[in-house]
């Protein structure tokens, strides 16, 4: 099993930007996608994007489009996440996530509906989360 280590949480104002990164450990890289989610307060837990380790293919949820970004370094076994014109609705528990195995949009998109413990299963390693909070 691989180990995830989130960092680069904090508090921003409105309109500002953080990067998020997740270092993993444990385990050859390359068979794994990687994926970010979040969770707000008496919510459920969100999918937010999620790249193939190859840096080959990305997704996003409708709701972070074109303003966040995800990103590898294989050679840093790192994955990032770049947020820009960050909103208060952003304020979250930002989890790192990885799955072994195949990932593909179809993948991606059940994943979007499915319970926080459903994609828990689905993405088998997860870090201890990191939090973001935007201030109005």
């Known amino acids: 099993q691989v180990q995830l280590v989130e960092s680069g949480g904090g508090l921003v104002q409105a309109g500002g930007s953080l990067r998020l990164s997740c270092v993993a450990s444990g385990r050859t890289f390359t068979s794994y996608a990687m994926g970010w989610f979040r969770q707000a307060p008496g919510k459920e837990r969100e999918f937010v994007t999620a790249?193939?380790?190859?840096?080959?293919?990305?997704w996003y949820a409708d709701t972070v489009k074109g303003r966040f970004t995800i990103s590898s370094d294989n050679d840093k076994n790192t994955v990032y996440l770049q947020i820009t014109s960050l909103k208060p609705e952003d304020t979250a528990v930002y989890y790192c996530?990885?799955?072994?195995?195949?990932?593909?949009?179809?993948?991606?998109?059940?994943?979007?509906?499915?319970?926080?413990?459903?994609?828990?299963?689905?993405?088998?390693?997860w870090g201890q989360g990191t939090q973001v909070t935007v201030s109005s």
């Open positions: 996530a990885a799955r072994l195995g195949l990932i593909t949009g179809s993948v991606v998109e059940a994943v979007k509906t499915m319970t926080t413990s459903d994609q828990i299963k689905t993405f088998g390693s």
């Open positions: 790249i193939t380790w190859s840096g080959e293919n990305t």
